[in-house]
């Protein structure tokens, strides 16, 4: 379906008037038809152009590219439908990618971006440190990685579970020689706790909290050098434990799960770069649910 030049007439007046109704007012064209057009436009394109809200409009990166080209020749405006295209159809271009940086940090997460890396070698990643959820629209993010904890900005955006884990309690060998194992969720009362502000709140009232922070890779290496008990996801904490870096303590404590969502704008928009990549994440953590 290619992208008829009328829409993007329709699409440049509404740029120009900051908003369809303006554009509509100024030209003597029902709004009504000005909507449906610029809608069939995004449908040809497969992208969104425009952020619509109830008193102006404004444009997604998409959007901005093609009218940057719109009042150039026909040539330019064929050029620039041509590229959006190609940027949604083609697995090339750059991926920008949001996450927790202990998640980012995790060797799971590497095996996939090797994985991302290796089978699509023209597209560029990108990776954002972001502990909350952001408007990935304005700032020009294709995906986020958030717990389940994690409020989203924008309950419009598709939201996809790719991993849930358990929580469980780590201290270092070392904290153990110095402190009594406990072998009861109470006689936790008696030794200071490191948790996330989400996990915390897990936590029998009265517990002693040393570090409360939302960084999981901050609590897991005060818990290495010995600076509490910290109650972190299981998932993560693989590696720690097969390296005798962690232990795991009362293995029968029963806290919520965590689980990891994976964000972004429209599936109906979904470029093939950024399916590949939401792809791979549930590929590779099916087992883990």
Known sequence: MKASMDDLYLFMLTVRH???SAAATAHGLQRSKISRRLQELEKALHCQ?????????????????????????LTEVNHAVNLLESQQNSLQGVLR?????SFIASSMFAEVLD?????????R??????????????????????????????????????????????????????????????ELQQHWLLA??????????????????????????????????ALLPNILMQESLQQGKLVQVLTDANYSDIMMTVVYPSRRFLPKKTRAMVTL?????????
Do not use: C, W
């Open 97 to 101: 990618l949001a996450a927790t940086s």
């Open 281 to 289: 994440l549930r590929e590779r953590f099916a087992d883990q649910q």
């Open 115 to 123: 994985n991302y890396a290796s089978q699509f070698p023209l597209v």
């Open 49 to 73: 152009l425009l952020i619509r809200t109830t008193r102006h409009i404004e444009l997604t990166e998409n959007g901005r590219l093609l009218y940057q080209h719109i009042n150039q020749p």
């Open 196 to 229: 996330s502000r989400y996990n915390s709140t897990l936590l029998q009232e009265g517990t002693r909290l040393r570090l409360v922070s939302e960084d999981i890779n901050i609590i897991q290496q005060m818990a290495i050098l010995g600076q509490g008990i």
């Open 18 to 20: 900051g908003g369809i």
């Open 125 to 186: 990643i990108e990776l954002l440190y972001l502990q909350k959820s952001v408007d990935l629209e304005r700032e020009n993010i294709d995906l986020q990685l958030l717990p389940n904890m994690a409020e989203i900005i924008n309950l419009d955006y598709v939201q996809q579970a790719f991993l849930t884990s358990s929580n469980g309690l780590f201290a270092s060998p070392d904290y153990l020689k110095k402190h009594t194992e406990p072998k009861s969720t109470a």
